[in-house]
C-alpha cells in the first residue's frame, strides 16, 4: 500500500513562543510517498528530491519519528519512504519537521489511523531530537496538525490547536547561510531573570489572547522575545537593521524563524507580506547573500 504525503513548511517559536509556538506556511513544504507492508521487516529511505540528504538511515529524521510509531504499533511493519519534494535542510522553516510529520502521517493512513493526531506529533518529535538534543513539537506540532498551534506542556504532552485570524499573511526570507540548529540552541542562556522571565509569560500570553480573539494587533505586539531573539540575531547579517526596517514599513512583527537563518514578518494583508518579503530578498543580496523568499496567507 502507498500514499502521497504533503506536509506544509512551518515557522516556531513566533517569538516569544520558544519551543511552544508554530504556525504553517500555505504552499511550502514535503512531499513524500510512503509504503508499508504488514507483517514483514525492513525500512528504506530513498531521497529523489535533489536537495542533499544524509545518505545513512539513521541520520534521518524520518527514523526516529517512524520507529517511534512502530515501536508503539507493536507489531511488524516494512516501511518505504521516497523522498519527493524536500525543503532546504537548515533553512528554519521545519525542514526536519515536514519530513518526519509526512511520514508518520503516511505511516498512520495506510495501518488504518491506529493513532491520533497528539500521538503522531509525540513520534515526530523524536525527529527533532536527532538533530537539535531536544525533542521539541513547535514545528512537527503544526505540521501534522495544521494552522496555529500551543505546546502547553511537553510532561505530560499537551498540544492546543489555536483559530488563525481571516486576514493574516507571512513574509518569510532564507538567506543562503548555514545556522545548525544544535548551535542556535547552545547559544542561548540556561537561565533567565525574573524580569525576563515576566516579560516572556506576558508577551507568550498576550500571543495566545490574540490568536483566540483574533486581534492581530495583539498578536504583532506579543511578538517580543527576550529570551532567544537576542542571542540568535547574530547569527544573521544585518538582523537589528532589517528589522527596523521591516516593522517601519507596515509590518505586524518581525523575528526569527525556528532557530534561522530564515526571518519572517506578519501583515494584514497580502499586498504588505509581498512587499516585505522583497524587501527581505534585498536585505541580504545587498550583503552580498543569496535569497529566497516567500509570501503567502498563514
Ligand atoms: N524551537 C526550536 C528552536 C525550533 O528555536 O530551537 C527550531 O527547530
Known amino acids: 500500500k502507498h500514499i502521497k504525503v504533503f506536509a506544509p513548511g512551518t515557522v516556531a517559536n513566533l517569538g516569544c513562543g520558544f519551543d511552544v509556538m508554530g504556525l504553517t506556511l500555505d504552499g511550502v513544504g ?48 516494512r516501511i518505504e519512504v521516497e523522498i519527493l519534494e524536500k525543503i532546504a535542510p537548515g533553512s528554519g522553516i521545519g525542514s526536519s519537521a515536514a519530513s518526519s510529520a509526512a511520514a508518520v502521517y503516511g505511516v498512520n493512513e495506510l495501518l488504518g489511523r491506529p493513532f491520533s493526531g497528539k500521538q503522531l506529533v509525540e513520534f515526530a518529535m523524536m ?56 548551535e542556535a540552541r547552545e547559544a542561548l542562556p540556561k537561565r533567565i531573570p525574573l524580569s525576563d522571565a515576566v516579560a516572556q509569560w506576558g508577551n507568550v500570553g498576550g500571543l495566545v489572547a490574540g490568536f483566540a480573539l483574533r486581534d492581530v494587533a495583539l498578536i504583532g505586539r506579543s511578538m517580543h522575545d527576550v529570551v532567544a531573539e537576542p542571542y540568535r540575531k547574530g547569527f544573521i547579517p544585518g538582523y537589528d ?57 498563514v
Open 30 to 77: 514535503d512531499v513524500l510517498e510512503v509504503g508499508v507492508a504488514e507483517n514483514a521487516e525492513g525500512f528504506e529511505i530513498r531521497n529523489r528530491s535533489g536537495v542533499e540528504l544524509p545518505g545513512n538511515v539513521e541520520e534521518n529524521v524520518i527514523t526516529p519519528a517512524v520507529r517511534a510509531l512502530l515501536e508503539a504499533y507493536g507489531r511488524p511493519v
Open 127 to 182: 525527529g527533532e531530537a536527532l538533530l537539535g538534543g531536544t525533542p521539541h513539537a513547535d514545528n512537527v506540532g503544526p505540521a501534522l496538525l495544521g494552522g496555529v498551534v500551543l505546546v502547553r506542556g511537553y510532561r505530560p504532552f499537551d498540544i492546543v490547536r489555536l483559530p488563525v485570524p481571516d486576514n493574516f499573511f507571512y513574509a518569510v526570507a532564507h538567506p543562503g547561510i548555514v545556522v545548525s540548529t544544535r
Open 241 to 297: 537593521a532589517l528589522k527596523e526596517q521591516v516593522l517601519a514599513g507596515g509590518a505586524l512583527a518581525m523575528n526569527i524563524a525556528g532557530s534561522g537563518p530564515s526571518v519572517f514578518a506578519l501583515a494584514s494583508n497580502y499586498e504588505a507580506a509581498v512587499r516585505i518579503s522583497g524587501e527581505m530578498k534585498r536585505h541580504f543580496e545587498g550583503l552580498g547573500i543569496g535569497c529566497n523568499s516567500y509570501a503567502g496567507r
